[in-house]
């Protein structure tokens, strides 16, 4: 499927929705939650380009795609944003505050108004290199300023019980408290991904249950990256 017929599909399924929407309150059914009977908040999918994961998170969560809409989004009309595809230029601009592109003032105004903005672990530049050397760790502190300002960042197969409230996402970048920090993971298996991230936050130390177990792959990274794992006594 090429990209037109992608996007006609997904335009299709808006006026499906909407029609079935006019019918229930014809039908005096009552609205979905939002801030009032005539108007449903809704998740904004923010992305620059079209792709299948995206579009699988538009159906699920019955969102508005901002790129569909050509970026003229009522934000009053919004929940929360879903920022696909964060790239090093968009992360900077946000973090530095100077949107100057469709999808960095959308995210931005977003954060004005204070809506829920999460960012896709799997979408977002920065996490497809390498978790280590000066330049990462420089760009990493802009990750970490937006964390700071409420971005969640969350694996694309916690979105939905995330956004929810069903669940709460991992930590990562920014969470921790600096360099050097000691980072407490509480999970049964300490995997490598667990010591990448402790390494994006500054975390010199990571402490474990007592019983946890860590994987080859987690004590490699760590005597690679001079972490020290401690279990809890």
Do not use: W
Request: glycine residues 6%.
């Amino acid at each position: 499927m090429n990209n037109q017929e992608l996007v006609q599909k997904i335009f299709e399924m808006v006026k499906k929705a909407m029609a079935r929407l006019d019918e229930d309150q014809t039908e005096g059914k009552p609205a979905a939650p939002g801030r009032d009977a005539g108007n449903i908040l809704k998740p904004l999918i923010l992305t620059s380009e079209h792709g299948k994961t995206c579009h699988q998170a538009f159906e699920r969560l019955g969102a508005v795609c901002a790129l569909l809409d050509a970026y003229k989004v009522d934000m009053d009309e919004i929940c929360c944003v879903i920022m696909y595809d964060l790239t090093l230029e968009n992360m900077f601009k946000l973090a530095y505050g100077c949107p100057d592109n469709a999808f960095s003032k959308l995210a931005a105004e977003a954060m004005l108004k204070g809506k829920q903005v999460y960012a896709v672990r799997e979408h977002i530049e920065l996490l497809k290199y390498e978790q280590g050397g000066a330049y990462f760790k420089l760009l990493s502190e802009n990750l970490r300023k937006l964390q700071s300002c409420g971005v969640v960042v969350v694996a694309e197969a916690d979105l939905d019980s995330v956004i929810s409230g069903a669940k709460k996402p991992e930590k990562t970048a920014g969470e921790c408290c600096g360099a050097g920090a000691s980072l407490e993971v509480g999970k049964k298996v300490l995997t490598e991904s667990d010591v990448r991230h402790a390494m994006m936050n500054g975390a010199s130390e990571i402490v474990i249950r007592q019983k946890a177990i860590v994987t080859s792959l987690a004590a490699e990274y760590a005597v690679k990256r001079n972490i020290t794992i401690t279990r809890k006594t």
